[in-house]
């Protein structure tokens, strides 16, 4: 557990805490880092280009299970 500093009133808080204990200034903005956020679009950004070859593939099982049948 690190200690960090509250943007409001520059006093010392947990990093794990949710607001400031000394002026209660929510802390949540501050967890979300320009890195986190970038790591967050990328993983979003690769899970959509996952996707389409996914439903392609899904499609074609699906299609020659169809034709099979007929
Ligand atoms: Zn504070």
Redesign the pocket.
Known sequence: MAMTT?S??E?A?SDTANT?P??G?PLLSQKMSPGLFWQMVKTCFFWGLAAIPAAFVVTLIVSFYIINIA
């Open positions: 509250c409001e009133c006093g808080v400031c000394h002026c200034f």
